[in-house]
Nanobody, 123 residues
Framework: VQLQASGGGLVQAGGSLRLSCAAS????????IGWFRQAPGKEREGVSC????????YYADSVKGRFTLSRDNAKNTVYLETNSLKPEDTAVYYC?????????????????WGQGTLVTVSS
């Protein structure tokens, strides 16, 4: 299982970024997949998740209405559209998946995650 996130960058508050996560070694429609973020000195925060067989994505309250998770099964790629960005969204964003039966979106297991992508939002 490999996950490679990209698309981060520096953006002004109110701006948008589209993060991508290319998955390999498994099919997206098999396991839960999602995004978490970690800001310096802070704990990991789950951002969004979708089950392998799911249609509906789940979101943290802090990003609900601003972020949208989508996936392209043909490309085996997951996207996180981030809009109306705020300085508090600044973090390294990681995509993750979990192949264990006991884990999905709730609770998330974070069994695998790849190299993250840094999102910096300036005020």
């Amino acid at each position: 299982v490999q996950l490679q996130a990209s698309g981060g960058g520096l953006v002004q508050a109110g701006g948008s970024l589209r993060l991508s996560c290319a998955a390999s070694g498994f099919s997206l429609d098999t396991y839960a997949i999602g995004w978490f973020r970690q800001a310096p000195g802070k704990e990991r925060e789950g951002v969004s998740c979708i089950l392998g067989s799911g249609v509906r994505a789940y979101y943290a309250d802090s990003v609900k209405g601003r972020f949208t998770l989508s996936r392209d099964n043909a490309k085996n790629t997951v996207y996180l559209e981030t809009n109306s960005l705020k300085p508090e969204d600044t973090a390294v964003y990681y995509c993750w998946t979990d192949t264990r039966v006991a884990y999905g979106c709730y609770p998330p297991g974070y069994e695998y995650w790849g190299q993250g992508t840094l999102v910096t939002v300036s005020s």
